[in-house]
Every structure is written in structure tokens, then in C-alpha cells.
């Protein structure tokens, strides 16, 4: 089974060193590992990545096509600023699922509107860490599915 791309975008390399309050003090090495054991417990393999740069993600969606069984992806800022990511994911044909640490509805409206949600096959927001577990578990059963 090809690996399931848990994608990162700009400045989550910077988690637990700083704003605490808002992302928790959970690094993304931490997280990282809480990923693997959540996916080798479902007998999954993921690819962890983390870019600040736009290009670098786009080129990791593109790459998921033929490469990854599914997507999980917090393109951080550029959820809400980015169309080049948008048109990729658009065209990635294999389950993608959207996700963020903090519930972005309830901070500032320029966070209120994602260009990677019109494209997912679902959305975790609000659970900290636990949503890339939730994430996890939510590709598990969309691939489950479609095996039959
Ligand atoms: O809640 C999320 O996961 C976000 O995707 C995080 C992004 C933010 O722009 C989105 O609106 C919501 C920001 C990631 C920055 O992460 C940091 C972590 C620690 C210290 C500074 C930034």
C-alpha cells in the first residue's frame, strides 16, 4: 500500500516552541511520531512533510497523485491565501483530508474561508493534535471502503 503524505504548511516547524496558547506545546517531531503510531496501529505507512515554501507543497500534491493512497494536509496559511494549491489537490484523485490544530471559525475572519475545504473529502478543525489522529482514522476507512 503506497503511503498515506500527512502534508505541513509555513511556520508549523515552529510548534511548541512558540504560542503555546494557541497551538499547544506538542512539537511537530511529536506530533510526527503520534501520526506513526496512530498509522502503524491501522496498518498504515504515512510520509510526514513539513515546507514553508509554496512551490514545495504544491509539488508534494502533485507528486501524491501516483506516489500516496491519500492526503492529509494542514497547508497552515496558505489554506486561506493559496489557488496554486486549490488547483493541485483538485486534480489529485485520491482522498484528501484537511486539517487544523485550532478551530479557525472561531479566530479571525480572514481565517474563515479555506481554498483547500472545496476540495477535500472532509475537514477536522478545533482538537489539536488529536485531528491528524482523526484524520488518520478517517483515510483509513475511506480506503477500507473503496477495497470493497
Ligand atoms: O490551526 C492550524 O492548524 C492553522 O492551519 C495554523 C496556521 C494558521 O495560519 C491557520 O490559520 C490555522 C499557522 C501555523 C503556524 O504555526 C505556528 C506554531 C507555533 C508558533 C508559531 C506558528
Known amino acids: 500500500m503506497k503511503p498515506v503524505y500527512v502534508i505541513n504548511g509555513p511556520n508549523l516547524n515552529m510548534l511548541g516552541l512558540r504560542e503555546p496558547d494557541v ?12 501520526c506513526r503510531r496512530k498509522a502503524q496501529a491501522l ?12 512551490g ?3 509539488s508534494w500534491i ?10 492529509i494536509l494542514n497547508a497552515a496559511a496558505y489554506t ?24 479557525i471559525y472561531k479566530r479571525e475572519p480572514f481565517r474563515h474561508h479555506s ?12 482538537f489539536g493534535g488529536q485531528g491528524y489522529e482523526l484524520a488518520i482514522d478517517a483515510i483509513h476507512e475511506i480506503l477500507t471502503k473503496k477495497k470493497g
Open 23 to 34: 497551538y499547544g506545546k506538542e512539537t511537530l517531531a511529536g506530533l510526527e511520531e503520534r
Open 43 to 54: 496498518g498504515l505507512d504515512i510520509s510526514f512533510r513539513q515546507s514553508n515554501i509554496e
Open 56 to 58: 514545495e507543497l504544491v
Open 62 to 71: 502533485q507528486e501524491a497523485r501516483n506516489a500516496a493512497s491519500g492526503i
Open 80 to 103: 486561506h491565501t493559496s489557488i496554486a494549491i486549490h488547483d493541485a489537490l483538485k486534480v489529485a484523485q485520491i482522498p484528501i483530508i484537511e486539517v487544523h490544530l485550532s478551530n
Open 115 to 126: 481554498y483547500v475545504s472545496p476540495v477535500a473529502d472532509g475537514v477536522l478543525c478545533g
